[in-house]
């Protein structure tokens, strides 16, 4: 979580754990106080059972089938991860992040997007890419240009999608061999 938070939304690790806080402990959505992720000081890799059933349940209906691996993906821990607790997750998949946005603070929402994408994505299908090398050789010279093309976005459909146009647009044209 610190380090997403860091690299994805530049939350110094001491706002991250703060603003996990507010939103463990619980955020009025007008209908008294919610608490929307679980406890966040874990890095277990772990799901609930309960919870990769509702996450699947949302792929299948909102992205469709060809998101939804056949069975639930599991990951395994590091060898010194705290598996006291299951990993930092929305309690609910079904709240979204547009449905909390109005009763959230700016960071607050920042955060809660961050949680509830990584948590959904973790159980979607991977994406599939073409890679593409070219091999230029010029006398004592090896050029090399790499590329791929995002031939299904599977779980990368909930990155930012900045994020994405860029691993799109790295193309290397097909050449025959022995092109000068």
């Not at 860091?6 to 939103?23: D, E, H, P, S």
């Not at 979607?124 to 091999?135: C, D, H, K, Y």
Request: aromatic letters at 8%.
């Amino acid at each position: 979580l610190q380090q997403d938070a860091a690299n994805k939304i530049n939350f110094r690790t001491r706002k991250t754990m703060m603003v996990a806080q507010q939103l463990y402990e619980g955020i009025n959505l007008g209908s008294g106080a919610q608490g929307l992720i679980t406890y966040m000081r874990t890095d277990s890799v772990h799901l609930a059972s309960v919870a990769v059933a509702e996450i699947r349940n949302y792929i299948g209906e909102v992205y469709g089938d060809a998101y939804l691996p056949k069975k639930p993906n599991v990951y395994s821990s590091r060898k010194n991860a705290q598996e006291a607790h299951e990993a930092i997750r929305p309690t609910s998949v079904m709240r979204t992040p547009d449905e909390v946005a109005p009763y959230l603070e700016r960071d607050q929402l920042r955060l809660y997007r961050l949680i509830w994408e990584r948590t959904v994505s973790c159980q979607m299908a991977p994406s599939v890419s073409e890679v593409t090398t070219l091999i230029i050789n010029g006398g004592p010279y090896e050029l090399r240009a790499s590329g791929s093309v995002v031939k299904f976005d599977g779980f990368l459909t909930l990155m930012d999608k900045k994020e994405l146009a860029g691993e799109k647009t790295k193309k290397v044209p097909h050449l025959k061999e022995g092109t000068p």
